[in-house]
């Protein structure tokens, strides 16, 4: 059976300040604004994933939280390699174990560079063969028959 994975970076988040952390940095209501429009995308091609995972860094959370509220979605699971610096390697090594156990329809939300990597490593097209902007939605198709990965589409929020 196909599987559909469904890669959402995070929407736009603070500038970072002084003495803050990048893991704490929060959407800004353009972020959130983005995160509305990628669930009401959502909503009118009817893409409902069964299951929501998210990085556990703040930015991602809200991003996950507001998809998941608007398009009426699973509640958000958070996942640990979603968190920047994992490493394609190892994220996507983890993702292929996963697999088994997903539903044909699945929301990963996370950061950058780590998504485009990860992107890139599954369709085995090089390290940088892709730029996911902020907020932008994409998707792949995991194909049992050949154990592999297909680029559906990808679209980034300001087109939605």
Known sequence: MDKYLYFLRHATAEVIRPNQLDIDRCLIEK????ARRVAAFMQRYAITPEAVFS???PRAVQ???IVRKEA?????QELPWLALETGAVT???LLRQLLPNLPAHTLLVGHEPDL??????????????FKIKKASLTCLCYQHDSQSFQ???SIPAKFM
Do not use: K, N
């Open 31 to 34: 972020g959130r604004l983005q």
């Open 55 to 57: 990085s556990p860094y």
């Open 63 to 65: 991003t996950a939280a």
């Open 72 to 76: 009426g979605l699973a509640p958000v």
């Open 91 to 93: 994220s996507s090594t």
């Open 116 to 129: 485009s990597a990860l992107i890139s490593r599954l369709l085995d097209s090089g390290g940088s063969a």
């Open 151 to 153: 680029l559906e589409w």
